[in-house]
Protein backbone atom coordinates (compact mmCIF):
# COMPACT_ATOMS: atom_id res chain seq x y z
CA UNK A 1 0.00 0.00 0.00
CA UNK A 2 1.45 3.39 -0.82
CA UNK A 3 1.42 6.52 1.54
CA UNK A 4 -1.02 8.98 0.73
CA UNK A 5 0.59 12.40 0.28
CA UNK A 6 -0.61 15.90 1.75
CA UNK A 7 -0.18 18.98 -0.46
CA UNK A 8 0.26 22.54 1.19
CA UNK A 9 -0.91 24.91 -1.12
CA UNK A 10 -0.31 28.39 -1.81
CA UNK A 11 -0.30 29.90 -5.14
CA UNK A 12 -2.29 27.66 -7.64
CA UNK A 13 -0.10 27.11 -10.36
CA UNK A 14 3.02 25.63 -8.47
CA UNK A 15 0.41 23.10 -6.18
CA UNK A 16 -1.09 22.36 -10.10
CA UNK A 17 2.67 21.99 -11.57
CA UNK A 18 3.20 20.09 -8.23
CA UNK A 19 0.04 17.89 -8.56
CA UNK A 20 0.18 16.91 -12.24
CA UNK A 21 3.59 15.74 -11.60
CA UNK A 22 2.66 13.56 -9.16
CA UNK A 23 -0.29 12.02 -11.24
CA UNK A 24 1.58 11.43 -14.71
CA UNK A 25 4.70 10.29 -13.14
CA UNK A 26 3.11 7.71 -10.87
CA UNK A 27 2.82 5.15 -13.87
CA UNK A 28 5.97 4.50 -13.52
CA UNK A 29 6.27 2.67 -10.27
CA UNK A 30 2.84 2.16 -10.07
CA UNK A 31 1.16 1.18 -13.57
CA UNK A 32 -0.96 2.54 -16.20
CA UNK A 33 -2.40 5.58 -14.91
CA UNK A 34 -1.95 5.21 -11.43
CA UNK A 35 -0.49 7.08 -8.61
CA UNK A 36 -0.37 7.61 -4.82
CA UNK A 37 -3.68 8.82 -3.25
CA UNK A 38 -3.23 12.78 -3.16
CA UNK A 39 -5.33 15.38 -1.15
CA UNK A 40 -4.92 19.05 -1.01
CA UNK A 41 -5.68 22.19 0.70
CA UNK A 42 -4.93 25.91 -0.12
CA UNK A 43 -6.03 28.62 1.78
CA UNK A 44 -6.11 32.09 -0.25
CA UNK A 45 -2.96 32.84 -1.78
CA UNK A 46 -4.19 36.56 -0.23
CA UNK A 47 -4.20 35.26 2.91
CA UNK A 48 -0.77 34.35 2.46
CA UNK A 49 0.69 37.58 0.43
CA UNK A 50 -0.93 39.60 3.70
CA UNK A 51 1.59 37.63 6.27
CA UNK A 52 4.73 37.70 4.09
CA UNK A 53 3.99 41.78 2.73
CA UNK A 54 4.08 42.65 7.19
CA UNK A 55 6.93 39.72 7.35
CA UNK A 56 4.70 37.49 9.42
CA UNK A 57 6.36 34.72 9.42
CA UNK A 58 4.16 33.12 12.30
CA UNK A 59 0.98 34.14 10.38
CA UNK A 60 2.37 32.10 7.54
CA UNK A 61 2.67 28.80 9.39
CA UNK A 62 -0.26 29.43 10.94
CA UNK A 63 -1.63 29.15 7.41
CA UNK A 64 0.16 26.18 6.74
CA UNK A 65 -0.81 24.28 10.09
CA UNK A 66 -4.21 25.51 8.84
CA UNK A 67 -3.70 22.98 6.21
CA UNK A 68 -1.66 20.68 7.96
CA UNK A 69 -4.31 19.72 10.00
CA UNK A 70 -6.85 19.29 7.80
CA UNK A 71 -4.83 17.29 5.44
CA UNK A 72 -4.28 15.03 8.67
CA UNK A 73 -8.15 14.25 9.34
CA UNK A 74 -8.14 13.31 5.13
CA UNK A 75 -5.64 10.49 5.95
CA UNK A 76 -2.40 11.94 4.52
CA UNK A 77 0.78 10.29 5.60
CA UNK A 78 3.49 12.86 5.24
CA UNK A 79 2.95 16.79 3.48
CA UNK A 80 4.72 18.89 1.22
CA UNK A 81 4.55 22.35 0.19
CA UNK A 82 4.96 23.55 -3.59
CA UNK A 83 5.93 27.10 -2.63
CA UNK A 84 9.66 27.81 -1.68
CA UNK A 85 9.06 31.49 -0.28
CA UNK A 86 6.48 30.49 2.70
CA UNK A 87 9.17 27.57 3.32
CA UNK A 88 10.63 30.82 5.64
CA UNK A 89 8.24 29.70 8.16
CA UNK A 90 9.20 25.79 8.06
CA UNK A 91 11.09 25.72 11.59
CA UNK A 92 7.92 27.35 13.49
CA UNK A 93 5.27 24.93 11.77
CA UNK A 94 7.54 21.53 11.94
CA UNK A 95 7.97 21.17 15.96
CA UNK A 96 3.78 21.74 15.73
CA UNK A 97 3.07 19.88 12.97
CA UNK A 98 0.72 16.76 13.01
CA UNK A 99 2.46 14.83 10.51
CA UNK A 100 5.93 14.85 9.21
CA UNK A 101 7.28 16.98 6.25
CA UNK A 102 9.82 16.78 3.12
CA UNK A 103 11.30 20.31 3.06
CA UNK A 104 11.84 21.45 -0.81
CA UNK A 105 15.17 22.89 -0.33
CA UNK A 106 17.00 20.08 1.02
CA UNK A 107 15.29 17.76 -2.22
CA UNK A 108 16.95 20.46 -4.36
CA UNK A 109 20.31 20.20 -2.35
CA UNK A 110 20.27 16.80 -2.39
CA UNK A 111 19.78 16.77 -6.62
CA UNK A 112 22.34 19.43 -7.09
CA UNK A 113 24.80 17.31 -4.88
CA UNK A 114 23.99 14.21 -7.15
CA UNK A 115 24.67 15.81 -10.56
CA UNK A 116 27.75 17.60 -9.49
CA UNK A 117 26.76 20.77 -9.02
CA UNK A 118 28.57 23.02 -6.87
CA UNK A 119 27.78 26.68 -7.01
CA UNK A 120 24.35 27.94 -7.66
CA UNK A 121 22.38 30.78 -8.73
CA UNK A 122 18.98 32.03 -6.61
CA UNK A 123 15.84 32.95 -8.57
CA UNK A 124 12.58 33.20 -6.70
CA UNK A 125 10.21 36.20 -5.07
CA UNK A 126 11.93 39.06 -3.40
CA UNK A 127 10.86 37.48 -0.10
CA UNK A 128 12.77 33.97 -0.81
CA UNK A 129 16.25 35.26 -2.09
CA UNK A 130 16.07 37.98 1.53
CA UNK A 131 15.61 35.06 3.53
CA UNK A 132 17.79 31.97 4.85
CA UNK A 133 15.75 29.39 3.72
CA UNK A 134 18.65 28.53 0.60
CA UNK A 135 21.47 29.48 1.67
CA UNK A 136 21.40 27.67 4.90
CA UNK A 137 19.87 24.32 3.48
CA UNK A 138 22.85 24.70 0.86
CA UNK A 139 25.42 25.57 3.70
CA UNK A 140 24.48 22.23 4.91
CA UNK A 141 25.14 19.93 2.03
CA UNK A 142 28.80 21.87 1.07
CA UNK A 143 27.16 23.82 -1.78
CA UNK A 144 27.16 27.83 -2.85
CA UNK A 145 24.17 30.13 -3.03
CA UNK A 146 24.41 32.99 -5.03
CA UNK A 147 21.97 35.37 -5.09
CA UNK A 148 20.67 37.94 -7.98
CA UNK A 149 21.12 41.75 -7.80
CA UNK A 150 18.87 44.07 -6.43
CA UNK A 151 16.90 45.07 -10.16
CA UNK A 152 16.78 41.14 -10.86
CA UNK A 153 15.54 40.43 -7.34
CA UNK A 154 12.46 43.43 -8.31
CA UNK A 155 11.62 41.85 -11.58
CA UNK A 156 11.40 38.65 -10.59
CA UNK A 157 8.98 39.33 -7.52
CA UNK A 158 6.94 41.59 -9.64
CA UNK A 159 7.00 38.77 -12.48
CA UNK A 160 6.29 36.26 -10.07
CA UNK A 161 3.20 37.71 -8.14
CA UNK A 162 1.35 40.15 -11.04
CA UNK A 163 2.14 37.31 -13.99
CA UNK A 164 2.89 33.61 -13.09
CA UNK A 165 0.84 33.16 -10.37
CA UNK A 166 -1.84 34.88 -12.40
CA UNK A 167 -1.61 32.24 -15.31
CA UNK A 168 0.13 34.79 -17.63
CA UNK A 169 3.06 33.80 -19.62
CA UNK A 170 4.76 36.29 -22.10
CA UNK A 171 7.74 36.20 -23.74
CA UNK A 172 9.62 39.17 -21.93
CA UNK A 173 9.26 37.33 -19.10
CA UNK A 174 11.05 34.07 -20.64
CA UNK A 175 13.81 36.59 -21.88
CA UNK A 176 14.00 37.91 -18.48
CA UNK A 177 14.63 35.16 -16.53
CA UNK A 178 17.37 33.54 -19.36
CA UNK A 179 19.14 36.71 -18.63
CA UNK A 180 19.31 36.42 -15.09
CA UNK A 181 20.36 32.73 -15.92
CA UNK A 182 22.96 34.08 -17.44
CA UNK A 183 24.32 36.50 -15.12
CA UNK A 184 24.54 34.05 -12.84
CA UNK A 185 26.48 31.83 -15.47
CA UNK A 186 28.68 35.03 -15.60
CA UNK A 187 29.27 34.54 -11.94
CA UNK A 188 30.57 31.08 -12.16
CA UNK A 189 27.31 29.13 -11.30
CA UNK A 190 27.54 26.11 -12.32
CA UNK A 191 23.20 25.21 -11.88
CA UNK A 192 20.40 28.02 -11.45
CA UNK A 193 17.59 27.01 -9.01
CA UNK A 194 13.90 27.59 -10.19
CA UNK A 195 13.08 28.97 -6.50
CA UNK A 196 9.55 29.73 -7.32
CA UNK A 197 7.45 27.14 -8.53
CA UNK A 198 6.01 28.94 -11.16
CA UNK A 199 9.25 29.39 -12.78
CA UNK A 200 9.80 26.37 -14.64
CA UNK A 201 6.01 27.20 -16.67
CA UNK A 202 8.51 29.52 -18.13
CA UNK A 203 12.04 28.35 -18.01
CA UNK A 204 13.79 24.71 -17.88
CA UNK A 205 16.76 23.59 -19.33
CA UNK A 206 15.89 23.58 -22.70
CA UNK A 207 15.50 27.46 -22.82
CA UNK A 208 18.01 28.60 -20.05
CA UNK A 209 22.08 28.81 -20.34
CA UNK A 210 22.42 26.80 -17.72
CA UNK A 211 21.16 23.91 -15.95
CA UNK A 212 18.16 24.21 -14.26
CA UNK A 213 17.00 22.78 -11.21
CA UNK A 214 13.00 22.67 -11.11
CA UNK A 215 11.80 22.96 -7.64
CA UNK A 216 8.59 22.04 -7.87
CA UNK A 217 8.99 19.13 -10.05
CA UNK A 218 12.16 17.73 -7.71
CA UNK A 219 10.03 17.68 -4.56
CA UNK A 220 7.08 16.20 -6.52
CA UNK A 221 9.45 13.17 -7.72
CA UNK A 222 10.52 13.19 -3.71
CA UNK A 223 7.17 12.37 -2.78
CA UNK A 224 6.47 9.97 -4.92
CA UNK A 225 8.96 8.36 -3.94
CA UNK A 226 8.51 8.41 -0.72
CA UNK A 227 5.04 7.21 -1.27
CA UNK A 228 5.87 4.10 -3.34
CA UNK A 229 8.61 3.27 -1.37
CA UNK A 230 6.94 2.67 1.68
CA UNK A 231 5.39 0.03 -0.30
CA UNK A 232 8.44 -1.38 -1.79
CA UNK A 233 7.96 -0.21 -5.13
CA UNK A 234 11.32 1.52 -5.68
Known sequence: MTLHIGIVGCSAEGAALCYRTI????????????HPEISMHTPSLAA????????????????????????????????????????????YVRARSPLPWLHIADMVAAEATA???????????RWLVNSDVYPDVLAKHGLQCILPGERDRDEMSRIIMDELVCSVFTVE??????????????????????????????????NSPLPTLDSTRLLA??????????????
Open 23 to 34: CSEGSQFLGPHA
Open 48 to 91: YVYCLERMDLAGVGELMLTSARKLAQTGADFLICPDNTIHQAYS
Open 115 to 125: RGHRRLGLMGT
Open 173 to 206: STVFFQSVARRFKEQGCDAVILGCTEIPLVIGDG
Open 221 to 234: RAALRKAVGHAGGQ
